[in-house]
């Protein structure tokens, strides 16, 4: 699976990592992953993402709408930096922590 999450439910911090190209194909796997919890805290670790298109932007905000999170407070880390250009050139550094 391209898409897996660490939940701890004491904390109210869920991490999701995602692996390979970010894309269409992973709408529904980085779904589940979010769904249902508005109250917790969310970081993308992207370390295994060397490929990120407009689908998988649109997954992003898409989850942060669906999450009613403010600019800023789902963070993005481990970006590689041909991923962090895209998001960059995309503007997403204004609407995502990005480490």
């Known amino acids: ?27 529904q796997d980085f779904k589940r992953c979010y769904a249902d ?9 992207l370390r295994m993402v ?9 997954i992003l905000i898409n989850m942060q709408n669906y999450l009613e999170k403010s600019d800023g407070q789902i963070r993005l880390t481990n970006t590689l930096p041909q991923v962090r250009k895209v998001l960059a050139i995309s503007r997403f550094d204004k609407k995502f922590s990005i480490e």
Do not use: C, H
Not at 13 to 24: Q, S
Not at 50 to 58: E, K, T
């Open 1 to 27: 699976m391209s898409v897996r999450a660490e939940i701890d439910t004491a904390a109210k911090r869920v991490v999701i990592f995602v692996k390979g190209p970010f894309g269409f194909n992973l709408i």
């Open 37 to 45: 919890k508005r109250d917790f805290n969310f970081v993308i670790d």
């Open 50 to 58: 060397d490929y990120i298109d407009s689908a998988g932007l649109g």
